[in-house]
């Protein structure tokens, strides 16, 4: 009984133990620098809020945040890697729908299960998509553009920034609520798909805000509808595909942070903190909305929601559609 006795206080002082030192860590957590890795090249619009949420955040927490560019595959190279570091709050990772919410119909498998791999933190941003034609084509809305499209079927075309990307989903999704017929034409990325635009090569895309709407402003692209449930502070004037007819229609790409799945909650919570204080400076909200991207912010909650949502969304474009990625 004795030696039951010792064994049995015997463990409890090391589950104590074990509990007061994680406790403890995460108390002084962070104490060294942290990262956010981004599935994306450099320059573009997951990059651009990484650095910024990179600054402002290390700021208060007061340690270092650093960006690590891990491009490749629709962002599963970078999200395979966050999905396999410590659980400990030192590595998150800027996803865009695909890794957690796209990727799993898309590809035969994936090397890190995306309902189970991340704990979501927050939604930082949408960047709505704008459907875009060549300014020679005879149109000036979606209506116009259905009816051309339907009397020239030999010239249906429409880029997009590669199979299974945002572009490509959504014309497949507008696709499925209209009775348009178009052949897609994958390109490597929004400009070759752009240049191929602008000379005329394809009739229309879906393309972000970021990219195009400087293309409209110039008068070289017209602008038919933005993918969005409404319209945007940038660019006003354009009506949403929704105003065309097509209530409820949203295609609208997305950005987010998410860590490993099991880091503490208290962790999170600091990150939640300190991105919020982040998002709600004035100067950093216009100058993003000023190329169409709106700040926002989700609780890990709400973000959760969001992103079983959108996966149940793409899942039956995917199905429709038949989208494969490379």
């Known amino acids: 009984m004795l030696r039951y006795k010792v064994k049995t206080l015997a463990t409890l002082f090391l589950i104590s133990i074990q509990f007061v030192g994680t406790a403890f860590a995460q108390s002084i957590y962070p104490n060294k620098s942290m990262r956010i890795v981004v599935g994306y ?16 955040v290390g700021k208060i927490l007061g340690q270092n945040v650093i960006v690590e560019n891990r491009p490749g595959a629709n962002g599963n190279l970078a999200a395979d890697f966050v999905a396999k570091s410590p659980a400990d709050g030192y590595t998150l990772l800027m996803t ?17 299960d995306p309902k189970t791999a991340f704990a979501p933190i927050a939604r930082v941003a949408i960047a709505p998509l704008v459907l875009v034609v060549n300014k020679q084509l005879p149109v000036q809305n979606l209506k116009e553009l259905l009816a051309y499209a339907k009397a020239n079927p030999s010239k249906a075309s429409y880029a997009s920034q590669g199979n299974a990307s945002s572009g490509h989903l959504a014309m497949e999704l507008l696709k499925s609520r209209t009775a348009l017929q178009a052949e897609h ?7 070759p798909a752009l240049n191929d635009l602008l000379a005329g090569h394809v009739l229309m895309m879906f393309d ?14 017209k ?46 919570q600091k990150w939640v ?21 709106d700040l926002v912010f989700d609780t890990p909650e709400a973000f959760s929601y969001y992103i079983e949502s959108e996966s149940r969304k793409w899942k039956e474009v995917v199905r ?6 490379d």
Do not use: C
């Open 41 to 56: 090249p450099p320059g573009g619009t997951a990059d651009q809020l990484a650095r910024v949420l990179s600054e402002g």
């Open 96 to 112: 865009a729908p695909g890794p957690v919410s796209v990727n799993m119909h898309v590809y035969p498998s994936l090397p890190f």
């Open 223 to 268: 602008a038919i509808a933005i993918a969005e449930d409404k319209r945007i502070a940038a660019a006003p004037d354009i009506p949403t595909v929704a105003e065309s007819g097509y209530e409820g229609f949203s295609a609208t790409p997305w950005f987010g942070l998410v860590t490993t799945a099991g880091t503490p909650n208290l962790v999170i």
């Open 185 to 191: 034409v994958p390109y490597k990325g929004s400009s």
């Open 273 to 293: 903190a300190s991105i919020h204080e982040v998002l709600k400076n004035p100067t950093i909200k216009d100058r993003f909305a000023q190329s169409g991207v």
């Open 320 to 325: 429709i559609s038949g989208a494969r990625a």
């Open 208 to 221: 972000n805000t970021t990219s195009s709407l400087p293309q409209v402003r110039s008068g070289n692209l």
